[in-house]
């Protein structure tokens, strides 16, 4: 969406996938699409929008969703980690 051309993974991405990876064999489905909004924008931090807090607080609020996700579902399969 404008802006400079990047191959499959830009820069501030980089390893973000072997983290998701992981938390794929740990954490049930609807927990790890929030952490790994987490990880996105805390890895890439300041470097996309040049607002370092922004991005942080865009992790904050993903970080908060998947406590509340886990919070609901204690006791269900993989969830009472």
């Known amino acids: 969406?404008?802006?400079?051309?990047?191959?499959?993974?830009s820069?501030?991405?980089d390893g973000e996938a072997d983290y998701?990876?992981?938390l794929s064999m740990r954490w049930p489905r609807h927990i790890v699409v929030c952490l790994a909004?987490?990880?996105r924008?805390?890895?890439r931090a300041g470097i996309k929008t040049g607002d370092p807090g922004q991005d942080l607080r865009k992790a904050r609020w993903w970080i908060e969703?998947?406590?509340r996700?886990?919070?609901?579902h204690v006791g269900e399969s993989g969830c009472d980690q």
Not at 2 to 8: C, E, M, S
Not at 69 to 72: A, N, S, Y
């Open 37 to 39: 909004q987490v990880i």
């Open 11 to 13: 820069d501030h991405y």
């Open 20 to 22: 998701v990876h992981r």
């Open 65 to 67: 969703r998947a406590i």
């Open 41 to 43: 924008y805390v890895s």
């Open 1 to 9: 969406s404008g802006g400079r051309a990047v191959g499959p993974i």
């Open 69 to 72: 996700l886990h919070d609901e």
